[in-house]
Nanobody, 131 residues
């Protein structure tokens, strides 16, 4: 059974907004840095954003800085990716992932932009931005 599950993808015009959500089990959520990755057709899965366990620090890929915002609600075990000013190049399957800090490290740093730090992945949700 998947420990994380995304929702909220869809089709939007360029310049529009979408909000992705990810729910995780309490056991997974409380011990994990939460991240979002995306994979476009024919491309490797790439880092989008991550947020530390307490929600006070976040990391972003340069391509989404200033447009996307990651946040988490520790009472509801959910993490959200608010995507504004969407571009056609943002089209991809978006994945939510959890990284146990006991394995990935308690320091929240650039290592959490690496895929291999994350050990629980959702099924992905499609985001399509039309021009």
């Amino acid at each position: 059974q998947a420990q994380v599950q995304e929702s909220g993808g869809g089709l939007v015009q360029a310049g529009g907004s979408l909000r992705l959500s990810c729910a995780a089990s309490e056991r997974t959520f409380t011990r994990s840095v939460m991240g979002w990755f995306r994979q476009a057709p024919g491309k490797e899965r790439e880092f989008v954003a991550a947020i530390n366990r307490h929600g006070g620090s976040s990391l972003y890929a340069d391509s989404v800085k200033g447009r996307f915002t990651i946040s988490r609600d520790n009472a509801k075990n959910t993490v959200t990716l608010q995507m504004n000013s969407l571009k056609p190049e943002d089209t991809a399957v978006y994945y939510c992932a959890a990284a146990d800090v006991a394995i990935g490290g308690y320091a929240f740093d650039d290592s959490y932009a690496r895929r291999n730090v994350y050990d629980d992945w959702g099924q992905g949700t499609q985001v399509t931005v039309s021009s």
